[in-house]
């Protein structure tokens, strides 16, 4: 399993951005999805999750009412549309990919980051 992120880019605080998370390789649908990002200076952190059947979605109480993850199985693609962004959702995020049920803080594959900069 492949993971490519994108969509990142800089916005203004108060803007939008959706971020991309594209999966290669057999059984997406099977497959729970997270968002993580990590700051400068930071450790990595939970942003959001969505299970493999798109039925539960978690996220993190700093996001929570302005991040929405959805997935199309069919483009095999996990999106996360991050609104209302503040300058303190700076940081590089990551997507990640595991197999079946399990907790939505652990995977196994993980893609490539793509930054997000939020100028105040």
């Known amino acids: 399993v492949q993971l490519q992120a994108s969509g990142g880019g800089l916005v203004q605080a108060g803007g939008s951005l959706r971020l991309s998370c594209a999966v290669s390789?057999?059984?997406?649908?099977?497959?729970?999805v997270g968002w993580f990002r990590q700051a400068p200076g930071k450790e990595r952190e939970f942003v959001a999750a969505?299970?493999?059947?798109?039925?539960?979605?978690y996220y993190a109480d700093s996001v929570k009412g302005r991040f929405t993850i959805s997935r199309d199985n069919a483009k095999k693609t996990v999106y996360l549309q991050m609104n209302s962004l503040k300058p303190e959702d700076t940081a590089v995020y990551y997507c990640?990919?595991?197999?079946?049920?399990?907790?939505?803080?652990?995977?196994?594959?993980w893609g490539q980051g793509t930054v997000v900069t939020v100028s105040s």
């Open positions: 390789g057999r059984s997406f649908s099977r497959h729970a």
């Open positions: 969505i299970s493999w059947s798109g039925e539960n979605t």
């Open positions: 990640a990919a595991r197999y079946g049920l399990g907790s939505p803080y652990e995977y196994d594959y």
